[in-house]
Each structure stands twice: as C-alpha cells, then as structure tokens.
C-alpha cells in the first residue's frame, strides 16, 4: 500500500468514530490545491528537467506549512499524503497553521552544492506566485536543510523586494532561524517515548532504545534519549546499524558522522559494539523503537516480529496500515508521526514568532515549551484512546479532525 493508502486509512478510522458525512470527508481529504512546475537545472553535470510539487492541503486553521523534499522518489501521490498528514500535525498540536508539503524529483547524491543551490533559487521562483509568510511556509525535510533555506529566502527577498525572512523555516540561526530547530524534531520524539514508557510503568532511566535512522531526526532523538538516561542500543541509517548491549557513545556517534562520509555511520568503531542489519534492529528486544528514516519501514512481517513495547514514529509514515492493526493487537503502544515528530514544526512554528516580532528566544525557552506542548498533547491523545477505546492514531486523528472540521463548519466551508 501508498503512503497516501495509509493516510486514508487511519483517517477513516477516525471519521467512522466521528461518524463524518461522505462530503465532508473529502473536503477533508482532497487537497485544496496541487501545484506542479517544471525545473531547469543538471545532475552530475548532466542537463535535467526535474519535477518539482507543492500541495496546499487545508488552510482552515491557517497558512498552509510543511517541509520541501528532495529524493528521486518524490511524486504528487506521496506529497499529497505528506501534506495531509501536516495538516493533521498542525491541527493536532493546536498550532496555527494548515497542511502543505513539497519537494523536488532529484536525486541530490549525485548533484555539487552548486547545482543544489541553482534547482532551490528555481524550485523557489516557480513556487513564488502561490507562497508567502501569511500564505504557504515551507521549510526543510528530507536533503533539505538550513542551506537550502538560506538559498531560497535569498532569492525570495530578492524577487518581492523586502524581507522574507518569515516565509521559510528551519533557517540557520545566523540568518532568523530559532535555536532549537535542529534538535526539536528528535527531542519531541524522543520525550513522547519517554512519557509513553513512563505511563505503561517502565522506568526510563536505565530502559533500552532502537533509533533506525541517523540524520536530522533519528540523531537528536538519540542524543536527548542518551541524555535522560536511556540507554541507546542500537542505531543505524542506509548503510546498516551497529549494537552494543550497554549501549552506544551517542555523543561521539554525532562527532563521527558530522565529518564521516554522506554523514553516515559507516566506518564507526568503538569498544563492545557489532554490525546489525536494519532488519535486526527494528526486531531487538528494546522497550522503545524509533523509526526515523523513511516510511513503510515496519511491514506486516516486521510488525508480527517487533519487541519494542513503545514505537515513538519519528519519521512520516513508518508503520504501514496492516502493521499497525497487528501492532495495536500484540498491544505495542504506537505513538503516531502526527504526535511523534510534531517537535520540528512546532519549533518552525516558535521560529515564524519570532522573526514576525523580531526577538530571539534562548535554547531552553525553545526546549520548554517544546516538552510542554509534546507532553499535553500526548497526554490528551491518551485521554481520547481511553475513553475512545482505540488506538493512540486514532484518538491523534480524532482530536485533529475535530479541530479542522470546527474552523471548516465556522468559515462555512462545509
Ligand atoms: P535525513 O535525510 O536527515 O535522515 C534520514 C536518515 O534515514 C539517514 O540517516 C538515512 O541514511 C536513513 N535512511 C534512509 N533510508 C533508509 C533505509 N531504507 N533504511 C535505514 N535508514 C535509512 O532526514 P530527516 O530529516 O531525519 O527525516 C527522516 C524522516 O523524518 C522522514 O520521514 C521525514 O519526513 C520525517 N520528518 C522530519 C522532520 C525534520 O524536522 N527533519 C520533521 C518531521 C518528520
């Protein structure tokens, strides 16, 4: 199945809890707007056309916001899904925005930072007429990054004549980006496993961790879990994972890849550990499992072979739809992407705030009120599963849905 099949699915199970009318459900579902342009640059020298999409999910709530991504495999099924899934994120976290994803077909492997830098000032050009600070926010997702930001508000600043600082987030902190960016995304998903440990009655100083995917997301979460004393015992990324029972040095993990090749963690060494397989690792006997790499990581075969009794979801989509009924029946707790890594654009959110009132906030105002928007909103996801009876996606989709049907049914929309 798709992302996009996914995504249907874990909303339908919650439209059917909330017994939503056939036309309401595809306002809700239906992007209010694709775009798709056209791209002129090379790859390894090699003259391109490339596709780039952005989708404008929903914008009852706010202005649409979500991530811009560059992989070969990005199309518009997949963006539509990703957008969708942020409007759910932004709903969710009560945060003042609707859904919107984007992203480039280009495989930046094999592209110089000058061919990356002429496809994002382009991709940013042929986007311009339908974004704005107000309107469209994007910011970085997968192989994107503060660079790339920096690049396309340059370019933007230039095109409209003013500043446009507040248009993208996850900008460098030298040029309006919030502290607390980079790590926010991680750090959410890894005090939402926390809390979640700490509510089925596991202790988490001394509890075992599986981070799978060490980039932006999988990295920090691993750090933050290595700080409150989890011990992390096994991570890995593309080119495969490493173990060690007493758990591995994250910290120097994070000094490898910052200068290893692609950042990988290909090549570490260190006392007590070993080589697994990706496989492997989501399979470990661990109490909490971070998936941060990519989605359908966690199929149906994986999902009947899991000992983790918490997934904290970091990446988008990572358990498929009939994994996740067979997870919710062994009875692990899942907390889902929309709750999991909502940390990043909560923190885009926080970084948006203070470029439109020209402060900055120090890391720990950042980091606290990060924690405290997870932890309540986890806490009402657990409320809902409760007197709901059904799954922690579900009651996420729940209280989510509620909201954006709200401001749809206030602006007559539906
Ligand atoms: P990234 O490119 O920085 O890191 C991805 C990591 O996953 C890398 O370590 C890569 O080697 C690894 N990986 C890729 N394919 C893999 C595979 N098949 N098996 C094992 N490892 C694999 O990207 P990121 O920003 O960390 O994003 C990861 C996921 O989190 C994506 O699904 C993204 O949409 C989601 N996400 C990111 C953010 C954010 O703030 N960056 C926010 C919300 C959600």
Known sequence: MSLLDNVKVFFDQAANKLSIDAHVRQMLEEPDRVIEVKIAGTEGGVPKVFKGYRVQ????????????RYHPTVEMDEVIALAALMTWKCSLLNIPYGGGKGGVSCDPTKMTKEELEQVSRAFIRALMPNIGPTVDIPAPDVNTDGQVMAWMVDEATQIA????????????????????????????????????????????KGATAAVQGFGKVGSWAAERLHKMGVKVVAVSDI????????????????????TSKGHLIEGYS?????????????????DLLCPCAMENQIDTE?????????????ANGPVTADADAILSERGVVV????????????????????????????????????????????????????????????????????????????????
């Open 270 to 286: 260190a006392p007590g550990i070993t080589k697994i397989t990706n496989e492997e690792l989501l399979t470990l006997d661990v």
């Open 335 to 414: 907390i889902p992407d929309i709750l999991a890594n909502a940390g990043g654009v909560t923190v885009s959110y926080f970084e948006w705030v203070q470029n439109f009132q020209h402060i900055s906030w120090t890391f720990d105002e950042v980091i606290n009120k990060l924690d405290g928007m997870m932890i309540g909103c986890l806490n009402d996801v657990w409320e809902v599963a409760k007197s709901e009876k059904c799954s922690l996606r579900t009651a996420a989709f729940i209280l989510a849905i509620k909201r954006v049907v709200d401001a749809m049914k206030l602006t007559g929309r539906i």
């Open 57 to 68: 999910h929903n914008n009852a709530r706010g202005p649409y916001k979500g991530g811009l």
């Open 239 to 258: 080119s495969g994972g490493y173990y060690c029972k007493d758990g591995l040095d994250i910290p120097d993990l994070m000094k490898y890849t910052a």
């Open 302 to 314: 994986i999902a009947k072979r899991v000992r983790a009794k918490v997934i904290s979801e970091g």
């Open 161 to 204: 004549g003013e500043s446009m600082l507040p248009l993208l987030t996850g900008k460098p902190v030298s040029m309006g980006g919030s502290l607390g960016r980079a790590e926010s995304t991680g750090y959410g998903v890894a005090i939402t496993g926390i809390e979640a440990l700490k509510k089925i009655g596991i202790e988490p």
